[in-house]
């Protein structure tokens, strides 16, 4: 069982205000990444990041902002909340190998009304 | 640009039914490859993954995929399924940079 958590688990907010989706793991793992994921959608990466102040963007153009000032957190974080912000937010990470492979959280869902 | 198919979104049998869910990649480098799992409010698990050896893989609860090079696919099968086998199922490629993509899921429903 992997150990990462993210929180809130639901998020119901009005348009304009700034949220942070929570995502920390215990596991030590250097890569986290942010994924998005609409109904019946494939999961799109957003960001991620291979270490202690490395970020990066994703394949999928967000206009959410990512931190990484610790090993085991990775906020992810909307200025501005719209309605087209409202997906599941999923977090993962994963440790360098040959044989790498990314465990998941369970996921914020957002609504922004 | 890397891409993995996967068709029929909805799938609904009976236990004891057989299952097997397609999985294709568009891709010319070395790939890994997924099977992940959502089950009902619970969060995404590995059910198995290939990386090199033998292009059969057994995973979890008595799942198994086969990595088929030359059609460029990675079936996940389930001889006789359960009803706690309802779940979401996703596979995914991992490429050359170690980047992840993902399919859009076959939702199964078993029913008991």
């Known amino acids: 069982e992997a150990d990462i958590y993210q929180t809130p688990r639901y998020l119901v907010i009005g348009t304009g205000k700034k949220i942070t989706l929570e995502c920390s793991q215990t596991m030590g793992h250097d890569k986290m990444y942010w994924y998005q994921q609409d109904p019946g959608m494939e999961l799109h990466l957003i960001h991620y990041s291979y270490g202690v102040n490395s970020t990066e963007k994703g394949d999928l153009s967000s206009e959410s902002t990512v931190s990484r000032i610790r090993t085991e957190h990775f906020p992810l974080t909307l200025e501005s909340a719209r309605p087209s912000h409202t997906s599941q937010y999923l977090c993962a990470s994963s440790e360098w190998g040959n044989q790498e492979t990314q465990y998941f959280g369970p996921g914020t869902r957002l609504l922004v009304l | 640009a890397q891409s993995v198919s996967q068709h029929n979104h909805h799938v609904i049998l009976s236990e004891a039914a057989s299952l097997e869910l397609g999985c294709n990649y568009s891709?010319?480098?070395?790939?890994?490859l997924f099977w992940y799992v959502q089950y009902p409010g619970q969060h995404l698990q590995l059910l198995l993954k290939?990386?090199?050896?033998?292009?059969l893989v057994k995973g979890i609860k008595g799942f198994e995929a086969e990595f088929i090079k030359s059609k460029f696919s990675f079936n996940l099968r389930k001889p006789s399924v359960q009803w706690s086998d309802t779940a979401e199922y996703f596979c995914a490629l991992k490429d050359g940079n170690n980047r992840l993509a993902f399919g859009k899921g076959n939702q199964v429903v078993v029913i008991p």
């Open positions: 290939y990386f090199s050896g033998d292009p």
């Open positions: 891709y010319g480098g070395t790939v890994n």
